[in-house]
Structure formats: structure tokens, C-alpha cells
């Protein structure tokens, strides 16, 4: 294991258990996650071995620092490496909510879901290859009735790589989510747009796994386009709760401006839909779907299933495309833990080895505190 990565955790975590020793006092909680995956491939092309894989270790802490301010801090060090993901001071500003520092752009219901809470072991490939995540900016959100609003102007991503001589990436993003009187029932509707300008920052790349990552091969590739000046991305999504029963989509498009070579544009999209055998309800707030709390001590059971596709390919660009189906059963034991099982079939054309049809059973343990 390499040194910095030992010293760093250390670190980390001596910090930690002294925060959490003075917690009351300050008004710090601790908080962290723990996401282990197990996987068994039924290769086609490429050769995929069954692996293992701490796909999440998070430590962090959040709380008060006054009467007005809050905090998060979070990292994550997971495999060997240490990334950032929320750090941010928040605070209430004109009947809306105020955040400084890292946290995810305001696109795709599915990006935004808690990994602790999502339906399947991984988000739909049209979601990780298109939605920006962590950036570092300023994010205002602000509610009313049925209708929210988030906002956000960001740069990079902390640990992206600082150039002096180099302009840093602008972008500027927002999400309008509408849910209108259903009764018992919820309905939820959103749009949203991030528009970046690359600065001198002119490579990008955009790849994928077959929505299961133990092996950690993409077979989706667009390799490095190394002329981008600009991207323009824009999603909209759905979902209705009727009781247990839930089913979401969305699609979310991403046009790629070049200097040198044409335009390219990369889409995709997923539906899904699940079923809690138990009886329990997802959770939603603040545009977003939470987790499930069980009713009794015998947890809840959940069934789902999900079709996804995306796209890679456009013009001269042949990064390939890959359609996903996915079936999931969910045991939910308590509030913050869960197990997850995962049957994947893709189906990958003009892929980085050419068509495939791989599938894959993958298998996770998390909690969460």
C-alpha cells in the first residue's frame, strides 16, 4: 500500500476520533460509509475475472460551526486513493439555502440520489458518463410549494490537477423540479442544463463499465478528445411513487464543441422500476429519493429492474454504445445497512473490443452511519 495513502489515512482518522471526542461540545458528528462488492462475469470478448472490490470507504464529519454557518467534510479512501467528495460550508440566505465549496452540479435525479440510497449497485451508464458530479462553486437552492429550484457556478473538481498557466474550467448549471398535487401519491418532474466553458482544460474522455465495477474494464471508450473548447448538457427526468411501487426515467444529452474536428453529441437513457415486498415507502426530499427504513426487525425486501442505454458514438468518434438490463433484490436490514444483488446482461456494439455480450452477478454489503 503506498506510504502517503497509509500516512493520509492515519491521519484521517486520529483527526476524526478526536472531533468525535469533543462532538457534544462543538456540535460535530461523524459520519462514513462502507460499500463492498463481489462479482462473477459470464465473459464474451473481453476476458472479465471475478473480483472483489471496497467500492466506497468514507470518513468525514459535519455540524455546526455557529448560529447561522453548517459544514460537511467528507473523503473517501477507498482501493489505494484518497478523493474529495462534499466539502463545503452552508448556510440560509434569502429563504433558500447557500453552499460554498465541493458538492455535485444540480443534474440527473439519478446523480443526485445518495449512493446510499440508490436502487441498484451502480447508476446508469447515460448518468455516469454525462453528469459532472463534485465540482468546486457556489450552489444556491430555493423551494416553494411544489417547485425547486438549484443553481450552481463552478470550476473544477478538487484534485482534478492545478496548471498556473492554465485557465481553469467555467461552468454554470441549473435543475427545476415541478411535483405537482398527486394525492397520496407522488409525482416528480425535472429539467436540467450545465453549460462549461473548458478554458485551457481541452481534453476530456468519456468512458463506462457494464454498470458493475469489481473488474474495472470499460468497455466504452471514446479515448481522449483533446480539442474540446466547450460542453453543453441538458437532462430531463420523471419518476412516480404509488406506495411501494416506483418507477423513474430519464435522458440526458451531452454536446461536445471542438475547435479542430465537428461537434459531437453523446445521449442516453434509463427507466427503471421497484417494488418493496414489505411494504415500506422510499423516501424523498429536497427533489431527490432517500432510502428505506424498515418496519419491523425482520427488515424490508425490495425486487427492481432497470433497462438503460447510451451512446458514445457520433461523427468521428466511435466510443461504442452499451445497452443494460439489470435485475436487483435489495434486503434492507435496518436504516443504514443493506445487502444488494445485481444481475447485469449487456449488450455492447462497437465497443472497445468490438460487439459483446457480456453478463455479470454482483454483490454488495454497506453500511452507513
Known amino acids: 500500500m503506498n506510504t502517503n495513502f497509509k500516512i493520509s489515512a492515519v491521519a484521517a482518522a486520529v483527526a476524526l476520533l478526536t472531533i468525535a471526542d469533543f462532538a457534544e461540545a462543538k456540535s460535530v458528528d461523524v459520519r462514513g460509509r462502507m460499500h463492498l462488492d463481489t462479482a462473477a462475469y459470464d465473459s464474451d470478448v473481453t476476458e472479465l475475472g471475478s473480483s472483489t472490490a471496497v467500492r466506497r470507504t468514507r470518513l468525514g464529519m459535519n455540524g455546526k460551526l455557529d448560529d447561522t454557518w453548517s459544514f460537511q467534510i467528507e473523503y473517501d479512501f477507498a482501493e489505494n486513493g484518497t478523493s474529495a467528495n462534499d466539502v463545503y460550508v452552508r448556510r440560509s440566505l434569502a429563504n433558500g439555502t447557500l453552499t460554498i465549496g465541493q458538492v455535485k452540479v444540480p443534474m440527473g435525479l439519478n446523480e443526485l440520489t445518495s449512493s446510499n440510497a440508490i436502487t441498484f449497485m451502480e447508476r446508469a451508464s447515460s448518468s455516469n458518463v454525462t453528469a459532472d458530479s463534485r465540482r468546486i462553486g457556489v450552489h444556491y437552492a430555493r423551494s416553494a410549494d411544489n417547485v425547486l429550484f438549484q443553481s450552481m457556478l463552478y470550476t473544477r473538481g478538487i484534485g482534478s490537477g492545478r496548471v498556473s498557466s492554465a485557465d481553469a474550467p467555467m461552468g454554470v448549471a441549473g435543475r427545476l423540479v415541478f411535483t405537482p398535487d398527486a394525492g397520496d401519491n407522488l409525482l416528480h418532474l ?21 454498470e458493475v465495477r469489481p473488474a ?14 466547450s460542453t453543453f448538457k441538458y437532462g430531463l427526468e420523471a419518476a412516480y411513487q404509488a406506495g411501494s411501487f416506483s418507477v423513474e426515467a430519464e435522458y440526458l444529452s451531452n454536446n461536445v464543441r471542438r475547435s479542430e474536428e465537428s461537434n459531437v453529441t453523446f445521449d442516453g437513457f434509463h427507466v427503471q422500476m ?49 445497452n443494460n438490463i439489470t435485475l436487483g433484490l435489495n434486503y434492507y436490514a435496518s436504516s443504514n445497512v443493506r445487502f444488494m444483488a445485481n444481475l447485469i446482461f449487456a449488450d455492447i456494439k462497437d465497443g472497445v473490443n468490438g460487439s459483446e455480450k457480456p453478463k455479470a452477478l454482483a454483490l454488495r454489503a454497506q453500511f452507513a452511519f
Open 190 to 210: 425535472g429539467v436540467s442544463v450545465a453549460a462549461e466553458d473548458r478554458g485551457d482544460y481541452n481534453s476530456l474522455r468519456f468512458r463506462d463499465r457494464p
Open 216 to 229: 474495472d474494464i470499460r468497455l466504452i471508450d471514446t479515448g481522449n478528445l483533446t480539442d474540446v473548447d
Open 274 to 322: 421497484s417494488y418493496i415486498l414489505t411494504g415500506e415507502k422510499r423516501g424523498y426530499r429536497g427533489g431527490n429519493f432517500r432510502g428505506v427504513t424498515p418496519k419491523g426487525d425482520g427488515g424490508a425486501w425490495e425486487v427492481a429492474a432497470r433497462y438503460s442505454e447510451v451512446s458514445l458514438s457520433d461523427g468521428s468518434v466511435m466510443g461504442g454504445e452499451q
